[in-house]
């Protein structure tokens, strides 16, 4: 079993940037890629950023990169999201999720543990 719990949302004006945070407990964090979703109201789940077990790859979503960086410190049991550039529509309740190495990371199906959720809300 592992626990994640995000941290580091709040409320930022366009242009802003903030950090996300999920720090794991339980099982060995480094057993596991990384990956954050988001949800905006009235949206399904999409994703958004994932890295894998050693941090050697790292894949994005296309309405992200190049303004989100996804990272982790295996020494801390935590993944990050540095959001930079951020815009209204990036406004989203964020979860960080694991997934059993090796899985494809883009699929919500490939995800074993989930966190609750921070909120992101970006004003114009």
């Known amino acids: 079993q592992v626990q994640l719990v995000e941290s580091g949302g709040g409320l930022v004006q366009a242009g802003g940037s903030l950090r996300l945070s999920c720090a794991a407990s339980g099982r060995t964090f480094s057993y596991y890629a990384m990956g954050w979703f988001r949800q905006a109201p009235g949206l399904e789940r999409e994703f958004v950023a994932a890295?894998?077990?050693?941090?050697?790859?790292?894949y994005y979503a296309d309405s992200v990169k190049g303004r989100f960086t996804i990272y982790r410190d295996n020494t801390r049991n935590t993944a990050y999201l540095q959001m930079n550039s951020l815009k209204p529509e990036d406004t989203a309740v964020y979860s960080c999720?694991?997934?059993?190495?090796?899985?494809?990371?883009?699929?919500?199906?490939?995800?074993?543990?989930w966190g609750q959720g921070t909120q992101v809300t970006v004003s114009s």
């Open positions: 890295i894998t077990v050693s941090g050697s790859s790292t």
């Open positions: 999720a694991a997934a059993p190495g090796g899985s494809p990371l883009f699929l919500k199906i490939s995800y074993r543990y």
